[in-house]
């Protein structure tokens, strides 16, 4: 397992148009993340699953994004209607089940809306 | 919302100790202290975690204060592959879930 797999890593979309992005965890691990990050700032935490349940969604989160993990592996974050706020790095992150164990960070999908 | 309060850049020289300050000080009593890394066009990367006591690891130390409102983080030799910005992040429980909340981070830069 070479680790967390993030695809694509750049998309460039115009705006008003929907995009999706992948995210692949390390295969054992039960709760997947996703994260937004602007230049210079900190990831902001979005939602996260523990299996394919989504547990946990940010007040970031509007209704113009949708994430989903079907079967518990791979996860998916839709963003509709794309505005040029959207762009960011959306990065992504998967952990084993118990708490307080480290996240290991795929390298992100940088979206561009112009 | 936890926060962590870090100053905005270090500077260092190469093959000597950094310590890294991060204050905390409306921590819980439950709330992990996590510290990442974060190298340019890369995804964070965890270096060290703790609660209460001091830890070790290959990495770097984390030497937590006693009344856990602050702590440093340790990297005893730093190299150039070190220069990174890193996150004093606090992991928080909210409703028995877990999340991260990130600060702004340290820009780390290491002089030759």
């Known amino acids: 397992d070479t680790g967390v797999s993030q695809d694509p890593r750049h998309k460039i979309t115009k705006r008003g148009q929907n995009v999706t992005f992948r995210c692949d965890p390390i295969?054992?691990?039960?709760?997947l993340y996703w994260y937004r990050q602007t230049l210079g700032q900190g990831p902001e935490f979005l939602t996260y699953?523990?299996?394919?349940?989504?547990?946990?969604k940010s007040r970031l989160l509007s209704d113009r994004f949708s994430a989903e993990r079907p079967k518990g592996s791979f996860s998916t974050l839709e963003i509709q209607r794309t505005e040029q706020g959207d762009s960011a790095m959306y990065l992504c992150?998967?952990?084993?089940?118990?708490?307080?164990?480290?996240?290991?960070f795929g390298q992100g999908t940088r979206l561009t809306v112009v | 919302d936890a926060k962590t309060t870090q100053p905005n850049s270090m500077e260092s020289n190469e093959e000597e100790p950094v310590h890294l300050p991060c204050n905390h000080s409306t921590i819980s009593g439950t709330d992990y202290i996590h510290w990442y890394r974060q190298l340019p066009s890369q995804g964070p990367e965890y270096v060290i975690h703790?609660?209460?006591?001091?830890v070790n690891n290959r990495m770097a130390s984390l030497a937590i204060a006693e009344d856990r409102k602050s702590s440093t983080l340790i990297l005893h030799r730093a190299t150039l592959r070190d220069a990174a910005v890193y996150y004093c992040i606090l992991a928080t429980t909210m409703d028995s879930n877990y999340q991260l909340i990130w600060g702004a981070g340290t820009k780390l830069i290491i002089k030759p």
């Open positions: 295969s054992e691990h039960n709760r």
């Open positions: 992150a998967s952990s084993q089940r118990t708490f307080s164990i480290e996240a290991f």
């Open positions: 699953f523990q299996n394919e349940a989504q547990l946990e």
């Open positions: 703790g609660l209460t006591s001091n």
